[in-house]
């Protein structure tokens, strides 16, 4: 099925599925009820799980394919979300033109950046992607004002031109984001019983286009080239004394992750028009490392997972506070309430970062795999038990990173 | 004219000379094995065969082309395969794809982007790969991880990822250092065969003199960096300044 092997079918198949049906998995509390808290099924949430998880399918194909790691890949985002701002004040609201440049210039930078930064590799590599983002960030603050807005960042207006499309509305407001009319704010609310689960334009305009840049990840994956830099990763030396020059492979390789990280700014952009500097910092460019690793680099659906609890984490647990945490545990005895509070208070709210560290490390430590290594030994565990008569498994030569 | 063709190659290290005025040449299809105690300055000869290392002065010439100066990517592509001292071989990967890549240097040159096709659907490469893993008897082990291999089957490995390339020179680094008697042996047999049968010539740096003896057509002898014979086997054997620069150490 389009040129994928089964097993590939299937996960994408899957995936589908239940990114489609996200809106009702991700909500499964009652509104009323105390877990309410718990659900991630609102749109802004739910874009940016999505959004984050295009940034890290793309970083994954230079990180987890090649082994170079970038710390500076936030300033391709930063890129594409300038880029689809500028579309939308000067030609449209329309978000095809807009996510479109967003691609084409963050890839154009990507080649600047990659052809240099790529003369070195290793630690040397790092720094000069990284040295390249701060000075992005730097440049957008103070020299680059015109374009970038400085610190108030870049903003839609009512005096913009937009050449193609409508400049203001009927009420007098500036136009929003939209696909040929199709507003990305719009949601339509469905109650079931005690249920509400929302249904936002925005969130399948993101879907849609995370299922096509995850296809196009796992052919590339499958594909000559993406063996080529799996090889550069094995062994550097041999690629090169076996007739291949690896340069090319790998600026091929950031210049495809760079617009993949275009495209998840323009997106971001497309569900809220502005466009700051701070995208570019260099914290943005570690979240992206962090969860590339979380969710098992060099795996497929590792970094998208990776990008789905590090933003869970950073919106729901975040949100949790210490009289959140008396009601819960109201059924003890005080003391005891006390102290289990005073216990769990510094993970929750704003020590999400101190958990998310813990699970990282527990996870570098004991899964050098990511979340998908866990996944693969517990399926491992049920499969040994369901079936203790072994038969030989023809596995395919190619799947060596499912 | 040999097909490989070295002039007064210089090389220093910092205060020591690693090759002092070096003229080597290698006939067109024949073996010809280069010998010499630890430290001759023999793996640096042949970095300067492929690109790793530039000498300071001289020349080096394929098939009347310098390759002085070209990356190491274009030397292979001009037809010059090596086989390192340790293995250099794709550890992440499987057997199978190890021997498809210098499959797809060959067919495709330096750079192709090829993000589009499956690797599956690479039907001519897939056949060229379990060919040689047939002549190299590793078709039982292409699903293994190379990096899982022992160490005579990852020397197997790269010579067979080097022949895949059918280059018209093949550089070997010691290629039976550290076997076992058995290994050296199938190695040996391996080598004749190819030698035998493909038109092809090997440069072959080795220590162990059963291995020289049963291969090489022409023998050079390196000591300090510079060549001391040059001779047929027969010669070499019973040559008395090799017998003291070298052999009496290992015979
Ligand atoms: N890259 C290098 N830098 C400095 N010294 C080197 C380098 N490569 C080799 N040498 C030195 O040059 C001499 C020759 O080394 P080599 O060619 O490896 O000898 P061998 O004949 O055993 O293969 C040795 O003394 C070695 O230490
Ligand atoms: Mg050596």
Redesign the pocket.
Known sequence: MFGLNQKDGQLILIIAILVFLAPFLLNPFPVESELAQFNAGYPDLMQRFIIFGIFAIGFNILFGLTGYLSFGHAAFLGVGSYSAVWMFKLLSMNIIPAVILAVLVSGVFALVIGYISLRRSGIYFSILTLAFAQMSFALAYSVLTPITGGETGLQLALDDPRILGQQITEQGNIPVPSLFGLEMRDSMDVVIGPWLFTFNVGYYVCAIIMMISFYIAVRIFRSPFGMMLRAIKSNQQRVNYTGLYSRPYMLAAFVVSGMYAGLAGGLMAAMDPLAGAERMFWTASGEVVLMTILGGAGTLIGPVLGAGMIKYMENIISKINETILHEWFRWMPDGIEDLVVTLIYPFIGKGWHLTLGIIFMVVVIFLPGGLVEGGQRIMRLFRRRSKSRNTTNSSDTFDSAS | MGILEVKNVR?R??G?Q??SNVNLSVTENSVHAII????????????CFVGK?IPDSGSVMFDGQSVLGRAPHEINQMGISRVF?TPEIFGDLSVMENMMIPCFAKRDGAFEFNAVSAISSQKDIIEQAEQVLEDMNMVNKRHMHASALSRGDKRRLEIGMCLSQEPRLLLL??PTAGMARADTNNTIDLLKEIRDKRNITIAI?EHDMHVVFSLAERITV?AQ?APLVEDTPENIKGHPKVREAYLGETV
């Open positions: 090389k290290f910092g020591l690693a090759l010499g105690p630890n430290g001759a300055g023999k793996s640096t000869l042949l970095n290392l001292q680094d010691e740096i390196l960096g």
